[in-house]
């Protein structure tokens, strides 16, 4: 299902940009839709599809330009692959850090709230508790 989708979008994407590249072009700059949809793809579905897609969408781009046949491709595939680097990277990141959040049990609370909740300690008259582990996945107060 997610081939047919992705076809399908490469496929509009080509049927806009032929047809409708005369409205769009603004000036000497034209908007590449094919190209928008390979890094549309890799960004939502990873590097190895990113690639494929790059592949596809470019070498039937060229076929149908007067162009050598390859070019469009291999800097579509290209494209694809980095953008679906990137987006992995971005996810193992993502993933990283709601690991670290839910081991230290901080629930999404910023460096603001922990601002916030110290100055309430201090107009209070008492100082802030000291925070350690207590052998388990949440901090306790000391």
């Known amino acids: 299902m997610k081939a047919a989708g992705v076809t399908l979008a490469i496929a509009l994407a080509l049927v ?3 047809t409708l590249a005369r409205f769009i072009v603004r000036g000497t700059v ?7 949809v390979v890094v549309y ?4 579905s990873g590097s190895t599809t990113g ?8 070498l039937i781009q060229d076929s ?13 595939t290209l494209v694809g692959f980095l953008a679906g680097i990137d987006a992995e990277r971005v996810r193992a990141k993502a993933r990283s850090l709601e690991f670290v959040d839910q081991r230290l049990g901080l629930g999404g ?4 709230d922990t601002d916030r909740v110290s100055r309430l300690w201090r107009n209070a008259g008492r100082p802030p508790r000291r925070w350690h582990r207590a052998g388990s996945w949440r901090l306790q107060p000391i």
Do not use: C, E, F, Y
């Open 30 to 36: 034209a908007v590449d839709l094919v190209l928008v």
């Open 109 to 112: 609370v910023t460096p603001a």
């Open 16 to 18: 806009l940009q032929t």
């Open 64 to 76: 149908l330009s007067t162009g050598l046949i390859g070019i469009g491709g291999l800097a579509k």
């Open 51 to 58: 690639l494929l897609a790059g592949t596809v969408a470019g």
């Open 41 to 44: 793809v890799a960004l939502s």
